[in-house]
Antibody, heavy 121, light 105 residues
Framework: EVQLVESGGGLVQPGRSLKLSCAAS????????MAWVRQAPKKGLEWVAT????????YYPDSVKGRFTISRDNAKSSLYLQMNSLKSEDTATYYC??????????????WGQGVMVTVSS | DTVLTQSPALAVSPGERVSISCRAS??????MHWYQQKPGQQPKLLIY???NLASGVPARFSGSGSGTDFTLTIDPVEADDTATYFC????????FGAGTKLELK
């Protein structure tokens, strides 16, 4: 059974940093692109970052580029999201998700339960 | 960014057929995907690449369309289908629609 379990969320002040983790199990982690997607309270979904199987390729939208860094440790089947210079608009539930098996498959076939990040003074 | 437009809400009776639409601001080929999100839960993939049923999803769900106009159809609708449905494109930088909330009468 595919499982994705996020951790590391919480309350953080504007301008500070936070690192999210995602522990994956039930599949060969190193074979899949992985992603982070967020959802602000009562809002829609926003794709935050993607990382290739080896970690050599990443994608970020302009809203987080230069502030967020996605990384992975295939030996530990773990995904990470380093978030720096946090803003109030980064407040959201952050989901770890697995992408389809193909390198162009930018859809998400399994999602974690999500972790809440609140940016507030 | 490619903007995806969805109707905000729909209400149908159990046993009926419902079609949920998603219109893209520019062509996305067949790279449109659909998710279901129930309150307090994570999204769940229903349909990928316009018309492919995701693993474990009932055949009551189907998808169609290409280019700029796409449809998710549920036939017949069951009480458990109460949820918000999101479309997402991946032809360009990935974006999601704002979601359609499906309520049952």
């Amino acid at each position: 059974e595919v499982q994705l379990v996020e951790s590391g969320g919480g309350l953080v002040q504007p301008g500070r940093s936070l690192k999210l983790s995602c522990a994956a199990s039930g599949f060969t982690f190193s074979n899949y692109y992985m992603a982070w997607v967020r959802q602000a309270p009562k809002k829609g979904l926003e794709w935050v970052a993607t990382i290739s199987t080896s970690g050599s390729r990443t994608y970020y939208p302009d809203s987080v580029k230069g502030r967020f860094t996605i990384s992975r440790d295939n030996a530990k089947s773990s995904l990470y999201l380093q978030m720096n210079s946090l803003k109030s608009e980064d407040t959201a539930t952050y989901y770890c998700a697995r992408q389809g098996i193909g390198t162009t498959d930018y859809y998400l076939d399994y999602w974690g339960q999500g972790v809440m990040v609140t940016v507030s003074s | 960014d490619t903007v995806l437009t969805q109707s905000p809400a729909l209400a149908v009776s159990p046993g009926e057929r419902v079609s949920i639409s998603c219109r893209a601001s520019e062509g996305v080929n067949s790279y449109m995907h659909w998710y279901q999100q129930k309150p307090g839960q994570q999204p769940k993939l229903l349909i990928y690449k316009a018309s492919n049923l995701a693993s474990g999803v009932p055949a009551r769900f189907s998808g169609s369309g290409s280019g700029t106009d796409f449809t998710l159809t549920i036939d017949p609708v069951e009480a458990d289908d109460t949820a918000t449905y999101f479309c997402q494109q991946s032809w360009n930088d990935p974006t999601f629609g704002a979601g359609t909330k499906l309520e049952l009468k």
